[in-house]
Protein backbone atom coordinates (compact mmCIF):
# COMPACT_ATOMS: atom_id res chain seq x y z
CA UNK A 1 0.00 0.00 0.00
CA UNK A 2 2.98 2.56 0.76
CA UNK A 3 4.29 2.11 -2.97
CA UNK A 4 1.09 3.04 -4.30
CA UNK A 5 0.72 6.25 -2.15
CA UNK A 6 4.23 6.97 -3.29
CA UNK A 7 3.75 6.86 -6.95
CA UNK A 8 0.19 8.53 -6.81
CA UNK A 9 2.25 11.15 -4.58
CA UNK A 10 4.90 11.38 -7.28
CA UNK A 11 2.59 11.18 -9.77
CA UNK A 12 0.51 14.46 -8.29
CA UNK A 13 4.23 16.37 -7.65
CA UNK A 14 4.65 15.38 -11.60
CA UNK A 15 1.29 17.03 -12.52
CA UNK A 16 2.31 20.14 -10.85
CA UNK A 17 5.79 20.63 -12.91
CA UNK A 18 3.61 20.56 -15.91
CA UNK A 19 2.72 24.26 -14.86
CA UNK A 20 6.44 25.46 -15.39
CA UNK A 21 6.96 26.76 -18.76
CA UNK A 22 9.50 23.78 -20.53
CA UNK A 23 8.05 20.91 -19.13
CA UNK A 24 4.68 19.09 -20.74
CA UNK A 25 1.85 16.57 -20.52
CA UNK A 26 0.68 15.93 -24.41
CA UNK A 27 -3.48 17.28 -24.91
CA UNK A 28 -4.90 13.75 -24.92
CA UNK A 29 -8.45 14.67 -25.84
CA UNK A 30 -11.17 15.97 -23.79
CA UNK A 31 -13.47 14.86 -21.84
CA UNK A 32 -13.72 11.55 -19.59
CA UNK A 33 -11.11 9.75 -21.73
CA UNK A 34 -7.92 12.48 -21.98
CA UNK A 35 -8.13 13.05 -18.15
CA UNK A 36 -7.67 9.14 -17.61
CA UNK A 37 -5.31 9.38 -19.79
CA UNK A 38 -3.41 11.77 -18.47
CA UNK A 39 -3.87 10.34 -15.22
CA UNK A 40 -2.53 6.81 -16.69
CA UNK A 41 0.51 9.03 -18.47
CA UNK A 42 1.64 10.68 -15.40
CA UNK A 43 1.59 6.98 -12.90
CA UNK A 44 3.61 5.93 -16.02
CA UNK A 45 6.00 8.65 -15.46
CA UNK A 46 5.82 8.42 -11.56
CA UNK A 47 7.09 4.68 -11.94
CA UNK A 48 9.65 5.88 -14.65
CA UNK A 49 11.15 8.46 -12.45
CA UNK A 50 10.66 6.47 -9.19
CA UNK A 51 12.93 3.73 -11.03
CA UNK A 52 15.20 6.02 -12.47
CA UNK A 53 15.69 7.15 -8.96
CA UNK A 54 16.24 3.93 -7.02
CA UNK A 55 18.78 2.57 -9.72
CA UNK A 56 20.81 5.62 -11.20
CA UNK A 57 20.62 8.10 -7.51
CA UNK A 58 22.97 5.58 -5.10
CA UNK A 59 25.31 5.43 -8.13
CA UNK A 60 25.53 9.24 -8.84
CA UNK A 61 25.83 9.92 -4.88
CA UNK A 62 28.88 7.05 -4.82
CA UNK A 63 30.58 8.31 -7.85
CA UNK A 64 29.99 11.96 -7.05
CA UNK A 65 30.95 11.79 -3.39
CA UNK A 66 33.81 14.64 -3.45
CA UNK A 67 31.09 17.09 -5.44
CA UNK A 68 28.71 16.80 -2.70
CA UNK A 69 31.26 16.97 -0.03
CA UNK A 70 32.50 20.34 -1.86
CA UNK A 71 29.57 21.70 -2.50
CA UNK A 72 27.55 21.60 0.48
CA UNK A 73 25.29 19.37 -0.97
CA UNK A 74 24.39 21.58 -3.76
CA UNK A 75 25.60 18.94 -6.33
CA UNK A 76 22.44 16.98 -5.20
CA UNK A 77 20.16 19.51 -6.91
CA UNK A 78 22.43 19.17 -10.51
CA UNK A 79 22.08 15.24 -9.91
CA UNK A 80 18.24 15.22 -9.42
CA UNK A 81 18.28 17.73 -12.47
CA UNK A 82 19.91 15.07 -14.56
CA UNK A 83 17.90 12.49 -13.17
CA UNK A 84 14.00 14.21 -13.91
CA UNK A 85 15.65 15.20 -17.62
CA UNK A 86 16.35 11.53 -18.06
CA UNK A 87 12.87 10.50 -17.10
CA UNK A 88 11.20 12.80 -19.66
CA UNK A 89 13.74 11.30 -22.25
CA UNK A 90 12.72 7.93 -21.00
CA UNK A 91 9.23 8.84 -21.46
CA UNK A 92 9.87 9.97 -24.77
CA UNK A 93 11.23 6.35 -25.50
CA UNK A 94 7.95 5.06 -24.41
CA UNK A 95 6.06 7.28 -26.47
CA UNK A 96 4.42 8.76 -23.45
CA UNK A 97 3.27 12.11 -23.99
CA UNK A 98 5.76 14.19 -21.36
CA UNK A 99 8.37 15.99 -22.21
CA UNK A 100 10.86 17.92 -20.09
CA UNK A 101 13.02 20.88 -22.77
CA UNK A 102 16.18 21.11 -21.10
CA UNK A 103 18.13 20.98 -18.32
CA UNK A 104 16.42 24.25 -16.40
CA UNK A 105 13.40 22.80 -16.73
CA UNK A 106 14.60 19.71 -15.34
CA UNK A 107 16.47 21.80 -12.66
CA UNK A 108 13.07 23.95 -11.66
CA UNK A 109 11.15 20.49 -12.04
CA UNK A 110 13.08 18.50 -9.92
CA UNK A 111 12.50 20.84 -7.21
CA UNK A 112 8.58 21.21 -7.30
CA UNK A 113 8.78 17.31 -6.95
CA UNK A 114 10.84 17.23 -4.23
CA UNK A 115 9.32 19.63 -2.56
CA UNK A 116 5.75 18.97 -2.85
CA UNK A 117 6.02 15.41 -2.57
CA UNK A 118 8.04 16.21 0.90
CA UNK A 119 5.23 17.94 1.88
CA UNK A 120 2.26 15.61 0.50
CA UNK A 121 4.25 12.46 2.24
CA UNK A 122 4.07 13.91 5.53
CA UNK A 123 0.32 15.08 5.65
CA UNK A 124 -0.40 11.53 4.57
CA UNK A 125 2.59 10.40 7.59
CA UNK A 126 0.66 12.76 9.81
CA UNK A 127 -2.93 11.36 8.82
CA UNK A 128 -2.48 7.97 9.00
CA UNK A 129 -0.61 8.62 12.39
CA UNK A 130 -3.37 10.17 13.83
CA UNK A 131 -6.11 7.27 13.16
CA UNK A 132 -3.49 4.42 14.78
Not at 71 to 76: A, D, E, M, P, Q
Not at 77 to 85: G, K, P, S, Y
Not at 95 to 103: A, I, N, Q, T, Y
Request: proline fraction near 2%; hydrophobic fraction near 60%.
Amino acid sequence: MALVVHILITAVAVWLTTALPGITLGDQGAGTEGVAAQALTLLVVAVVFGVVNAVLKPVAKTLGCLLYVLTLGLFGLVVNALLFWLTGWIAGRLELPFHVDGFWAAFWGAIIVTVVSSVLHGIVRRTTSIGD
